[in-house]
């Protein structure tokens, strides 16, 4: 079964500091793997998607990469804002559709 | 605009009154779950479709049903709702046949059962 860590739980920075979220995950037959943020008792946005086949996405101030070979992805958020507080979810998606989910990185920026 | 539209936001109900919660997607997808997320617990799969009439367990089916008769709807039943049934619910859609792949989760139903 596929065990997917987020590491830290919790962070903490002052605002303009680059933030590095981290998942890791057990089984490398990903078919692809999803970054989502979550305000608090809000839904999923997704952030960014990376599949298989690629090493890393970007959008905007994100980045975000894959070794599949190591079970690794990093989420980077450049030069971050208070509005940037929420938790980052990521997730492995399989061939067969089952998301395995991290139990998330809460971020908070300080103004 | 794409989306999966869940109805109703919030919801208050008692214990034994059967409820549906309803999930529409637009975009065509193939593929359709539900998850409820517990503070502690993350989120945990109730059930999932991989198409019309399909339909299959997740790791927490107690205490609901699904249906999917319709490609763009997939509605949860909660037949006699109980107190440990109060949670955040989700429902999300993806496909296989179209890329990119990813899944799209609607806004969620907090369901609280007194």
């Known amino acids: 079964k596929q065990e997917v860590t987020q590491i830290p739980a919790a962070l903490s920075v002052p605002e303009g500091e680059n933030l590095v979220l981290n998942c890791s995950f057990t089984?490398?037959?990903?078919?692809?793997l999803q970054w989502f943020r979550q305000d608090p008792g809000k839904g999923l946005t997704s952030l960014l998607l990376?599949?298989?086949?690629?090493r890393e996405q970007t959008s905007g101030r994100l980045n975000a990469s894959l070794d599949k070979s190591s079970g690794r992805s990093t989420l980077y958020i450049a030069a971050s804002q208070p509005g940037d507080s929420a938790t980052y979810l990521c997730?492995?998606?399989?061939?067969?559709?089952?998301?395995?989910f991290g139990a998330g990185t809460t971020v908070t920026v300080r103004a | 605009e794409a989306q999966v539209t869940q109805n109703p936001r919030y919801l208050i109900t008692v214990t034994g009154k059967k409820l549906t919660v309803t999930c529409s997607q637009n975009?065509?997808?193939?593929?359709m779950s539900w998850y409820r997320q517990d503070p502690g617990l993350g989120l945990r799969q109730i059930y999932y479709?991989?198409?019309?009439?399909?339909?299959d367990k997740g790791d927490v089916p107690e205490g609901y049903k699904v249906s999917r008769k319709e490609k763009r709807n997939f509605p949860l039943i909660l037949e006699s709702p109980s107190p440990n049934q109060t949670s955040l619910y989700f429902c999300?859609?993806?496909?296989?046949?179209?890329?990119?792949?990813?899944?799209?989760f609607g806004s969620g139903t907090r369901l609280t059962v007194v």
């Open positions: 999300a859609s993806s496909s296989r046949t179209g890329g990119p792949y990813g899944y799209t």
């Open positions: 089984d490398s037959a990903i078919y692809n």
């Open positions: 990376i599949q298989s086949s690629q």
């Open positions: 997730a492995a998606l399989p061939g067969d559709y089952k998301l395995s």
């Open positions: 975009m065509n997808h193939e593929y």
């Open positions: 479709s991989m198409n019309v009439e399909v339909t």
